[in-house]
């Protein structure tokens, strides 16, 4: 089993202060056209087509945006988190 299965792990992840800022610097690095989707979406919880309608791109790419970023959060987490703490 990997970090990223460990679902029990997820509450004790998103309180941890330290974790929260490597993630916050993981977003931060995001291609801008990829970053503002992102916060839109799952931090301030926009609806896709809310999105796509306020940055005028389709849904197709949108989402495909989104699965971009996610796979470059999760190798960037896993480079600056989890490679670097053997608490999770």
């Known amino acids: 089993m990997n970090d990223w299965d460990a679902s029990n792990k997820e509450t004790e992840l998103l309180d941890d202060e330290n974790f929260n800022e490597t993630l916050e610097d993981c977003i931060e690095d995001l291609p801008s056209r990829w970053k503002i ?7 301030q919880e926009k609806k ?12 197709t790419n949108l989402w495909k945006i989104l699965q971009r970023s996610r796979m470059q959060l999760r190798e960037c987490l896993e480079f600056n ?3 670097n703490t053997n608490e999770f």
């Open 81 to 83: 988190w989890f490679a």
């Open 37 to 43: 989707p992102i916060k839109m979406y799952y931090l």
């Open 48 to 59: 896709a087509q809310e999105v796509s309608q306020e940055l005028n791109i389709s849904t």
